[in-house]
Structure formats: C-alpha cells, structure tokens
C-alpha cells in the first residue's frame, strides 16, 4: 500500500491541499486497498446496501432527540458570532452575520471540530457500532471534519451549482474510506443533502486508466480528491449513472464508498428547511501510518479540523480564516466554544492514544 507515499513531503496549506509529488510522476504508484473484500452483499444488514449501491442510510443511529439537541447546539454556535443572525428571520441571513465557511460552504475553522456537542456525535454509540461492524474493529480514528448549516434560499448569494466529485485519490484503488453523515435535519427530496450517483464506483478505473498522461501527473497519493468536469460526468451518464438525492432523518447515518460519485445539493427554491449535519468518517487506526499520526495528533492539539479522511490525508485547518481580500478574521479561536470532556474513547478516536 501507499508505494511512493512516503518519498512526498506535505506542505501545509489553509484550504489547498498541496503534496510535493515531482519524485513520483511518470511511476506506477496506484495503491489498492487494504481491504479489498470489505463489502459483500450477502451480509444481512446495511453493508450489504452499501455493496450494492454504495451508499447506505442507517436510520436512528442517533436517537432522534439527541440528534435535534446536537441540531440545537449547532445552531447555537453558529450564532455565536454575530448579534445579527437570528435563524428564525431569513432576511438576517447574510453573510456579513455567519462566520467563515470553507470551499463547500460548511464550517471548518474557528475550532468547531472539536466543539464538545461535534464530539459527543462522533462518539454516538450508534454511529460507532456502524462503523466498527463495517471495518471488522472498534479500533477506530475519526475525522476532524466540518459541520455543515445551509441556509435555504439566500438572498445574498446564488444557489451553490453542483460539484459532483469523489474523495478519493483517483491512484488508489478499491475501498480505502467510507464516509458518513451524522444527519441532524429532515432531509427531503427538495431539501438540501447528499447527492450519489451510484454505480460510479464500477466505472472510475476504467475512466482513470483512460486519461492521458498530462492529466495524471496532476494526481497525487495524498490529495484525496477529484472534482469532474461536464464532459466528464457525460462519459459517466452515457453508461447510465443516474444522480440519486438520498433522503433522511434526524438521527440517521448516511455512509458512502468515497469512490461514489457525489455532491451536497442546495435546498431547492421549495425548500425552508435548514440544513443541519457532521462529517464524521471513521477507518481502523491501524491504517495510519506514524507521519499522518503525528500530523493528526498535531491537529487534535490546537483544535483544528483535517480533513474527510481520518487516517490519512490528514491536512490541518487554520482556526483563523480569512476573508477573500486575505484580512484575517478578527473572531477567529484559538479554542471551542465547549470543550469536550477527553474521555479514553475520545482520546482514542483522535489518535491520541493508542488502543
Ligand atoms: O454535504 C454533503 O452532503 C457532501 C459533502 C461532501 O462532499 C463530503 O462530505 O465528502
Ligand atoms: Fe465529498
């Protein structure tokens, strides 16, 4: 695994993700998964869906009144910042009253990965066990992903247009991360949420070794991300790869294969209701390799967020963001608004202890 990972150096960046790659160009360095046979469809629960369709909802992984407490405390530090912003009054909703939102319009700054109520999420039993019976192991990392509230029908800022991509490396190859969604909102077909296009998966080697060589030395081991064009995604359409809205609850897991095709949509112009979620993924601990670790552990301690990945591609976030004129944001935090109570489990899924 990872051949030609470790001769790379990170350089760390704020929202680029940047690997120094010039020594692997031109070398065969695709990595297959640890973990080619993970998925099967004869297991008799929700891995056999994600088998089949590579994406899954697992209802009430969360008790639904947990998940509108968490909703609560995610709507509480999301006015923290400005007096201005009352939730319940769409014409406050501007973006000189919210804080900082990343390149897809979630928060990943300000500390809010490790905000106490992100972290009681993650720690869900419900969610935990999901995972773990996926992995075959409660050895388990976590993200220190961003959360995401989408206010509907902005009047401040067009629709965000889709941005169909996958999380993962187009040089890895098989399953090497499911992704998941801790879901705190109704999530109907009008309202903002995952968008899959399952199938994709099958066809994205295919796709890959087809590109011309150009296009591949800008693919690197660490940047575990591929955004596809139009006329890309018309390549995937003509072998009948339909876009899916996935549906759900409060309280409800949703987890894909990273290789699925996907976007978080916009609420439609039907839709008022606010979108309310945590990225959470988790992947067995024993994948991480000591230098992604260390980076980790390096993020856990000041409070930043990484990224998808919990195991790898571990690229720390600035608590302070800064505005597009590059000014800093006066209202970053060096620390959560709550911090989590550190608890053995929590230690442990932040890599901070070993299991
Ligand atoms: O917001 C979403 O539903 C999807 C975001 C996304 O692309 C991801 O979590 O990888
Ligand atoms: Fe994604």
Same mark, same amino acid.
């Given at each position: 695994? +990872?051949?030609?990972?470790?001769?790379?150096?990170?350089?760390?960046?704020?929202?680029?993700?940047?690997?120094?790659?010039?020594?692997?160009?031109?070398?065969?360095?695709?990595?297959?998964?640890?973990?080619?046979?993970?998925?099967?469809?004869?297991? @008799? %629960?929700?891995?056999?869906?994600?088998?089949?369709?590579?994406? +899954?909802?697992?209802?009430?992984?969360?008790?639904?009144?947990?998940?509108?407490?968490?909703?609560?405390?995610?709507?509480?530090?999301?006015?923290?910042?400005?007096?201005?912003?009352? =939730?319940? %009054?769409?014409?406050?909703?501007?973006?000189?009253?919210?804080?900082?939102?990343?390149?897809?319009?979630?928060?990943?700054?300000?500390?809010?990965?490790?905000?106490? #109520?992100?972290?009681?999420?993650?720690?869900?039993?419900?969610?935990?066990?999901?995972?773990?019976?996926?992995?075959?192991?409660?050895?388990?990392?976590?993200?220190?992903?961003?959360?995401?509230?989408? =206010?509907?029908?902005?009047?401040?800022?067009?629709?965000?247009?889709?941005?169909?991509?996958?999380? !993962?490396?187009?040089?890895?190859?098989?399953?090497?991360?499911? !992704?998941?969604?801790?879901?705190?909102? @109704? *999530?109907? @077909?009008? %309202?903002?949420?995952?968008?899959? #296009?399952?199938? *994709?998966?099958?066809?994205? $080697?295919?796709?890959?070794?087809?590109?011309? &060589?150009?296009?591949?030395? *800008?693919?690197?081991?660490?940047?575990?991300?591929? /955004?596809?064009?139009?006329?890309?995604?018309?390549? #995937?359409?003509?072998?009948?790869?339909?876009?899916?809205?996935?549906?759900?609850?409060?309280? $409800?897991?949703?987890?894909? $294969?990273? &290789?699925?095709?996907?976007?978080?949509?916009?609420?439609?112009?039907?839709?008022?209701?606010?979108?309310?979620?945590?990225?959470?993924?988790?992947?067995?601990?024993?994948?991480?390799? @000591?230098?992604?670790?260390?980076?980790?552990?390096?993020?856990?301690?000041?409070?930043?967020?990484?990224?998808?990945?919990?195991?790898?591609?571990?690229?720390?976030?600035?608590?302070?963001? =800064?505005?597009?004129?590059?000014?800093? %944001?006066? &209202?970053?935090?060096?620390?959560? /608004?709550?911090?989590?109570?550190?608890?053995?489990?929590?230690?442990?899924?932040?890599?901070?202890?070993?299991?």
């Amino acid at each position: 695994m +990872a051949v030609g990972a470790s001769t790379a150096s990170i350089i760390r960046t704020d929202d680029s993700h940047i690997l120094e790659t010039s020594s692997l160009v031109g070398q065969d360095i695709t990595m297959q998964s640890p973990f080619p046979d993970i998925l099967s469809e004869d297991y @008799p %629960d929700f891995r056999a869906e994600i088998s089949k369709n590579r994406f +899954a909802v697992i209802k009430n992984a969360v008790p639904r009144e947990r998940a509108i407490q968490y909703e609560a405390k995610a709507h509480a530090w999301l006015n923290s910042f400005e007096a201005g912003l009352d =939730l319940d %009054d769409p014409s406050t909703w501007l973006a000189e009253n919210l804080p900082l939102a990343n390149s897809i319009g979630s928060y990943a700054h300000y500390c809010v990965a490790h905000e106490k #109520f992100v972290w009681e999420a993650r720690q869900e039993p419900g969610v935990l066990d999901a995972f773990s019976k996926l992995w075959e192991t409660d050895r388990l990392l976590v993200s220190f992903d961003s959360l995401n509230v989408t =206010l509907p029908n902005r009047r401040d800022t067009p629709r965000r247009e889709p941005w169909e991509h996958i999380d !993962q490396s187009p040089l890895r190859r098989g399953v090497h991360c499911v !992704q998941g969604i801790i879901n705190l909102s @109704p *999530s109907g @077909p009008e %309202d903002g949420g995952l968008v899959v #296009f399952p199938g *994709s998966h099958k066809l994205n $080697d295919e796709f890959f070794d087809a590109k011309s &060589r150009t296009d591949k030395e *800008s693919w690197q081991p660490l940047k575990d991300v591929y /955004l596809f064009g139009a006329d890309e995604l018309k390549w #995937f359409a003509s072998r009948g790869v339909v876009a899916h809205k996935v549906c759900a609850e409060p309280g $409800d897991l949703i987890m894909w $294969d990273s &290789r699925t095709i996907h976007y978080g949509a916009e609420p439609t112009e039907r839709s008022s209701q606010i979108r309310t979620v945590i990225y959470a993924t988790y992947s067995p601990a024993a994948l991480a390799s @000591p230098d992604q670790l260390k980076l980790k552990r390096e993020a856990f301690q000041s409070y930043s967020g990484t990224s998808h990945w919990p195991h790898m591609y571990i690229v720390p976030r600035s608590n302070i963001p =800064l505005f597009p004129d590059r000014t800093v %944001d006066p &209202r970053g935090r060096n620390e959560p /608004l709550e911090k989590p109570e550190l608890t053995d489990k929590l230690l442990k899924l932040g890599g901070m202890k070993d299991y």
